[in-house]
């Protein structure tokens, strides 16, 4: 064992023991840390979606699934009730830069510049809102996207893509009372068919 070793250890008494426990817990607490920031990450990010939601609508229904009218099935992150109309929101859980638009087949997520392909979320958004337009009739229904706090536009941002950093932008929340009564009425029959 070298000098400068042996007496470092020497220094802490005969048993160098609570120098290893020591070392242990430091290694065990920078886990610890390092493990805790993805989780508190995950925890702001999905408050952030929570105070988004909670000023987009009066009401919501979250993780509803729905016949797509085609056979197949669809998955609605959230549907809520607004001011205006039923509203589809699909959270989407990117980070980096993201390139899309309503014309493209598929979009581009480019993360430390390496860039990841996916598919335009356009058409299956299309599907979610027409499952909904089917179970109520005549009524307005709009579907969104959402994005997180760590996904960014650099250009042209689609119209109908919300990023959890527009929550400052938005009107005050609806009160219930300021619902049309029809949309309210089919909300009532949409929540009544669901349960």
Known sequence: MPQAIETFLHS???????????????????????????????????????????????????????????????????????????????????????FGGPKMDQWTQVINRVSYKFRNP??????QVNAVRALVPGVEVRGIHLFTHSARFTRDKPANVLSTRDLGLLPKRARLKEIPDLLRKAWEQLHDSLS
């Open 122 to 127: 356009d058409e299956y958004l299309l599907r």
């Open 12 to 98: 802490w008494g005969p048993d160098p023991v609570p120098l290893y426990l020591a070392i242990a817990a430091l290694a065990a607490f920078t886990v610890l840390a390092i493990a805790s920031r993805n989780r508190i990450a995950g925890w702001r990010e999905n408050r952030q979606i929570a105070q988004l939601i909670r000023r987009l609508g009066v009401r919501s229904i979250r993780g509803l699934r729905l016949a797509d009218g085609t056979g197949g099935e669809v998955t609605l992150d959230y549907l809520l009730l607004t001011r205006d109309c039923l509203l589809v929101v699909g959270i989407k859980r990117y980070s980096g830069l993201i």
